[in-house]
């Protein structure tokens, strides 16, 4: 009987990180090109792509940092996806 990771685990952190009363005051947009909206949405994929990471790790047997780093490349690229032009 298998959860689903997005009830049990992306909606519930979306949900929580979305009900912040000054979500643009915990985190600096000042540098970035996006509204609350779309910082949602990059933090669902940031989330997906932890998830994501970590099973395929377990498979691939990789070692803690080999795991960090690999969830650290794909955050960079995004990070560079949305910076200011």
């Known amino acids: 009987n ?3 990771v ?6 519930p952190l979306i949900n929580e990180i979305s009900s912040f009363d000054d979500i643009e005051k915990t985190f ?3 540098g970035y090109v996006y509204n609350k909206t779309e910082f949602l ?3 669902e994929m940031m989330i997906i ?3 994501d990471t970590y099973i395929s790790s377990e498979k691939e047997n990789l070692n803690k940092e ?3 780093n690999k969830i ?3 955050v960079d690229l995004i990070e560079q996806g949305c910076k200011k032009r």
């Open 2 to 4: 298998h959860k689903s």
């Open 6 to 11: 997005k009830k049990e685990i992306i909606i």
């Open 28 to 30: 600096d947009f000042s």
């Open 41 to 43: 949405n990059i933090m």
């Open 49 to 51: 792509i932890v998830i």
């Open 66 to 68: 080999e795991v960090v």
């Open 72 to 74: 650290y490349f794909a």
